[in-house]
T-cell receptor, first 119, second 113 residues
Framework: GAVVSQHPSWVICKSGTSVKIECRSLDFQATTMFWYRQFPKQSLMLMATSNEGSKATYEQGVEKDKFLINHASLTLSTLTVTSAHPEDSSFYIC???????????????FGPGTRLTVL | AQSVTQLDSQVPVFEEAPVELRCNYSSSVSVYLFWYVQYPNQGLQLLLKYLSGSTLVKGINGFEAEFNKSQTSFHLRKPSVHISDTAEYFCAVSHSGNTPLVFGKGTRLSVIA
């Protein structure tokens, strides 16, 4: 149990286009999902916290109009990078926290990540 | 505010030798502590976690960690490493299940044959 998927696993796009990344909890319901960004050889930096049915909470310095987050259901959150530029190239990782039950609500389970390259 | 310090950015170790990856945290409230492993171009996999109770926590792949409140540490250990343990290891802290994780900068474990 506790499997989180991300799609796509990698994407290359032209500067100025928008890219949508999906994060799904496959075998549990996730009331809260988190989006992280990771630069090469660095740690994960939290971008935003996404709660099902409400607006995401963004960390300081993260542009909410550029990184649109939608958490429309208990198993799906999406991150859309709008008008992407080369500096947005990074590894984006989501995590999901269980709603209840055997998984508990105290642990985050991570997706495999999406590598975005903006040319 | 919480913070996590991983004292070693890189740890090389010979195969079948023991290893300890160090993690210290700071927090004004009680914490949950986690160790995650990341293989190249992959997401994070949970190794183990401390929420409460016994301070010695056993995880997957033969890893264990000990919570030391007085020293605010949560060091990760394995008595005998394998080549397949080569990866990046992250220590993380949160003060509840609702709050985001705060990660350390990671320790690159390289196991040498």
């Amino acid at each position: 149990g506790a499997v989180v998927s991300q799609h796509p696993s990698w994407v290359i796009c032209k500067s100025g286009t928008s890219v949508k990344i999906e994060c799904r909890s496959l075998d549990f319901q996730a009331t809260t999902m988190f989006w992280y960004r990771q630069f090469p050889k660095q740690s994960l930096m939290l971008m935003a916290t996404s709660n099902e049915g409400s607006k995401a909470t963004y960390e300081q310095g993260v542009e909410k109009d550029k990184f649109l987050i939608n958490h429309a259901s208990l198993t799906l959150s999406t991150l859309t990078v709008t008008s992407a530029h080369p500096e947005d190239s990074s590894f984006y990782i989501c995590s999901a926290r269980g709603a209840s039950g055997s998984l508990g609500t105290d642990t985050q389970y991570f997706g495999p990540g999406t590598r975005l390259t903006v040319l | 505010a919480q913070s996590v310090t991983q004292l070693d950015s890189q740890v090389p170790v010979f195969e079948e030798a023991p290893v300890e990856l160090r993690c210290n945290y700071s927090s004004s409230v009680s914490v949950y502590l986690f160790w995650y492993v990341q293989y190249p171009n992959q997401g994070l996999q949970l190794l183990l976690k401390y929420l409460s109770g016994s301070t010695l926590v056993k995880g997957i792949n033969g890893f264990e960690a000990e919570f030391n409140k007085s020293q605010t540490s949560f060091h990760l250990r394995k008595p005998s490493v394998h080549i397949s343990d080569t990866a990046e290891y992250f220590c993380a802290v949160s003060h509840s299940g609702n709050t985001p994780l705060v990660f350390g900068k990671g320790t690159r474990l390289s196991v040498i044959a």
